[in-house]
Each structure stands twice: as C-alpha cells, then as structure tokens.
C-alpha cells in the first residue's frame, strides 16, 4: 500500500501556470506507474498524465504541449504535473494514483483543486 497527498491547486488565470506535486509514501517499490487524474463537474474522471517506472510518459491529446508529468531525483518519491498556458476547461480536481500491479490504479490521494479563471 502507498500513500499520496496531492498540493498545489488553486485559483489562476487563463494562460497561467500551476505546479501540482503528490508526496509518496507506504511500500514505493511496489508502483509500476503513476498517474494524474481529473474530474469536473458532472463529468467522468479522467486520467490526463501518467509515468511509469522507466520514465515513459503518455498525456491526453487534450494537455499535450502544455502539461508534463516528471518525477522527483528519488525515483516515486515525489510525482509533479506542471500545467502551462491553463485554460478554463482545465479546472477540475485533480487526483494523484499509483498502479502498484493489480491491475490499474488503485491507490489514490485525496484530490487537489484547480480552477482556472477566464
């Protein structure tokens, strides 16, 4: 089992920028990959960025060019989504999982909120 707590939510202005960073703790050697997630109101959550162990990185076409999943020197110590040129259809609460190999994500943090202003 892995813990995560997501920050860095806020309130921003189109065109603007927000770093979302999600603290990992718990068994971290067990998490194949990790994700960013999203959910707006009355919509279906959605998995925008993800990492897996390698490095490799997959977005949906919706962020890619303005988004970018990184993780910190210590390999799932620290997992980030740096979010550019923000656009009001980006708000949404954003949610950190880790896939820790059964089958999906299944390990998630509490959520963090975005809203971008137009």
């Known amino acids: 089992q892995v813990q995560l707590v997501e920050s860095g939510g806020g309130l921003v202005q189109a065109g603007g920028s927000l770093r979302l960073s999600c603290a990992v703790s718990?068994?971290?050697?067990?998490?194949?990959?990790m994700g960013w997630y999203r959910q707006a109101p009355g919509k279906e959550r959605e998995l925008v960025a993800a990492i897996s162990r390698r490095g490799e990185t997959n977005y949906v076409d919706s962020v890619k060019g303005r988004f970018t999943i990184s993780r910190g020197s210590s390999t799932w110590n620290t997992v980030y989504l740096q979010m550019n040129r923000l656009k009001p259809e980006d708000t949404a609460v954003y949610y950190c999982?880790?896939?820790?190999?059964?089958?999906?994500?299944?390990?998630w943090g509490q959520g963090t909120q975005v809203t971008v202003s137009s």
């Open positions: 999982a880790a896939d820790v190999g059964r089958g999906g994500y299944d390990n």
């Open positions: 718990g068994i971290r050697f067990s998490i194949n990959s």
